[in-house]
């Protein structure tokens, strides 16, 4: 009696998440936010991967982003065949953090509900082949309003490494499209104030 007491009041304390998914979303990859359901119409919000393919020591620029700006989200690579977690987010950018599903580094959220309209990061595949990865997740402007479960286009194993660039060279490029946007922010917040 005292624990479904205790377990409900938790329940409502916790019921939106502005320090990030909880562990419980590493299954079904939604916010979890009590009463709520995705939305239906065509997600706002884009999951890109920078390369068609995974090679063993590559590692893939990942980026969750949309308008108008989010607020959390929840991102984790699977292996579309069993659905298992798989590979490691290697850098991830300030205000998220890691949602270690399996006590890995496979999945990333939120650490704060600060709007974002791009988040983007380093990810390194297993080394073997593992057939096709997806990555799955979710993203949500506010409580109630989120879309899920998002996917991005599949990628497949290759045994060499995809041409078009170095990752150094390809790591660069989106660095150069993430400060083309946070100027554009800057310059819009004038616009706006
Ligand atoms: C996100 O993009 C929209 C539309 O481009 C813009 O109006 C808004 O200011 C941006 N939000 C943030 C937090 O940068």
Redesign the pocket.
């Known amino acids: 009696m005292l624990v479904v007491y205790f377990v409900g009041l938790l329940t409502v304390l916790v019921e939106s998440y502005p320090t990030g998914a909880p562990p419980s979303s590493c299954d079904n990859l939604l916010p979890h936010h009590h009463g709520t359901s995705p939305q239906e119409t065509p997600s706002p919000y884009t999951f890109y991967v920078d390369s068609n393919t995974y090679t063993p020591q590559s590692s893939l620029v990942v980026s969750v982003f949309g308008?108008?700006?989010f607020l959390s989200f929840i991102i984790q690579g699977r292996r579309s065949d069993t659905g298992a977690p798989v590979g490691t987010f290697v850098k991830i950018p300030a205000n998220t953090k890691y949602l270690l599903c399996d006590n890995q580094r496979n999945s990333v959220t939120h650490s704060n509900p600060?709007?974002?309209?791009i988040t983007q990061f380093i990810w390194v595949p297993p080394t073997e082949n593992v057939g096709e990865i997806i990555f799955k997740g979710s993203v949500a402007r506010s409580k109630s309003l989120y879309w899920g479960v998002l996917e991005s286009k599949p990628i497949k194993y290759s045994k060499t490494a995809p041409t078009g660039g170095s990752n150094s060279s390809r790591l660069s490029n989106s660095s150069l499209l993430s400060l083309f946007?946070?100027i554009?922010?800057f310059i819009?917040?004038f616009l706006?104030f």
């Open positions: 308008s108008p700006a600060t709007p974002r309209n946007i946070i554009t922010m819009s917040s706006i």
